[in-house]
Nanobody
Framework: QVQLVESGGGAVQFGGSLRLSCAVS????????IGWFRQAPGKEREGISC???????YYTESVKGRFTLSRDTAKITVYLQMNTLKSEDTAVYYC???????????????????WGQGTQVTVSS
């Protein structure tokens, strides 16, 4: 069965770092691109990054230079390294599987078929 499970969230101070993991089962990272979204209280779900089946990475301006995607195809896991965290990064973070191998239009929620349950990230002053 297709499944995505996020982990690695928690509480961190302003300027700190966290590494999120997205463990995948039921498919391989050579077949589908993986996107990352976040949703803060009272806000809509926001697409922030994507890694395609060639390991090319894409980032929104709000996280570019601070967040970095990587993957381990043997472990079928995607990682999101988050550095220099800010209060506005506080949200529930989700990984999701696209319906294609590319990251074209990756910020569109409707282009994803499967979602993880999310992991909470809280950045304090």
């Amino acid at each position: 069965q297709v499944q995505l499970v996020e982990s690695g969230g928690g509480a961190v101070q302003f300027g700190g770092s966290l590494r999120l993991s997205c463990a995948v089962s039921g498919f391989t990272l050579d077949d589908y691109a993986i996107g990352w979204f976040r949703q803060a209280p009272g806000k809509e779900r926001e697409g922030i990054s994507c890694i395609d089946t060639s390991a090319l990475q894409y980032y929104t301006e709000s996280v570019k230079g601070r967040f970095t995607l990587s993957r381990d195809t043997a472990k079928i896991t995607v990682y999101l390294q988050m550095n220099t965290l800010k209060s506005e990064d506080t949200a529930v973070y989700y990984c999701a599987r696209r319906r294609t191998s590319s990251c074209l239009n990756y910020r569109s929620v409707s282009t994803y078929t499967y979602w993880g349950q999310g992991t909470q990230v809280t950045v304090s002053s």
